[in-house]
């Protein structure tokens, strides 16, 4: 149960997302580190609850395994716990399912539900979003939680050990550098929105990258121009490029590319906004803006630092 009106609420609209991990899964399976797919699986369902301007406020989980293994569900869980926490919402319940049969030895599958609120006038997006508006992307913590088949696929072209330093990152092993947990962006956010920043609308980039993430949070008048040299690309990308032989429009499509959100913001808000997000510990800037729609929703120049 949760009380509503103790959060505070006058005229609330619930918002609600699921979502799972995907086969991320299989990397914390293979490699045995399982600290950090909670997170995941966490970030993936309140991030798309701060899209639409709505605090999480509860979280519900779903394990389903063969056979438990205590200690694999207590580090899984333990993640969820981080999760919630930096997500600010309450976990409180959650189901563990035994089937044998359906999944084989160490295998298990994550799912996740988050139901957040927000003040009916204060959904987003905003319908005063127009041409000229400033795009500010929000720096991703690396892959995140999509593109994982194809991330695994590569790893095996490649001949890479999980357990070796990471061909970009040697500080870390490529089980580590793989397994970043996606970054939660809600206390920024909804703390930018309290603060009355501009915020005119928001876009998590998840499966289907910049090319089917944006489009979601735009009328069918406007269009993204995005100056791709502006994005601070993290090395993964470039590896996961040249390893598995990938264009730039099918990064483009595919993974975040570095940038783990992207809001839309009124002109002379974007810099205030990038100060915050920068004081709140994030890694901010500005990368392009919204003009009329002549052709395709999301236009590209320059290029990817791949």
């Keep these: ?20 991990v995907g086969t991320k899964l299989k990397i914390a399976i293979e490699t045995g580190r399982h600290d950090t797919i909670g997170q995941d699986l966490v970030a993936m369902c309140v991030n798309d609850l701060i899209v639409q301007g709505a605090e999480p406020l509860f979280f519900l989980d779903y394990l389903a395994t063969g056979k438990l ?6 580090s899984v ?39 957040g609120a927000a003040e ?25 939680s999509n593109g994982y088949s194809l991330v695994r696929k590569i790893v095996e072209m490649a001949g890479a050990d999980w357990a070796a330093p990471a061909p970009f990152d ?21 703390d930018a929105l309290k603060r009355g920043l501009g915020i005119k609308a928001l876009a998590h980039i998840t499966g289907g990258g910049f090319i089917d993430n944006i489009p979601r949070v735009l009328p069918e008048s406007l269009a993204a121009d995005i100056d791709l040299s502006l994005i601070k690309v993290p090395e993964v990308f470039g590896w996961l490029a040249r390893s598995g032989g990938l264009g730039e429009r099918e990064m483009l499509r595919t993974f975040n590319c570095g940038v783990g959100m992207l809001v839309v913001v009124d002109e002379s808000d974007a810099d205030p906004l990038v100060a915050h ?25 320059g290029q990817l630092g791949l």
């Design 277 to 301: 997000l920068t004081e709140a510990g994030e890694t901010a800037r500005v990368i392009g803006k919204l003009t009329e729609r002549a052709g395709d929703p999301v236009t590209f120049s």
């Design 77 to 115: 869980v333990e993640g969820i716990a981080e999760g919630c926490r930096q997500a600010g919402c309450a976990l409180i319940g959650g189901e563990t399912a035994e089937m044998p049969g359906m999944y084989q030895g160490g295998d298990y599958d994550l799912a996740g539900f988050a139901v």
């Design 170 to 190: 040697e500080t870390q092993s490529l089980a580590e550098a793989l397994l970043t947990p996606t970054r939660i962006y809600v206390r920024p956010l909804l």
């Design 1 to 20: 149960m949760f009380d509503l009106r103790a959060a505070g609420y006058s005229d609330p609209v619930l918002v609600a997302a699921n979502d799972g």
């Design 69 to 74: 293994d205590v200690e694999q569900a207590t």
């Design 120 to 144: 009916r006038g204060a959904l987003l997006p905003r319908p005063d979003i127009g041409a000229g508006d400033t795009l500010v992307a929000i720096a991703s913590s690396g892959v995140h």
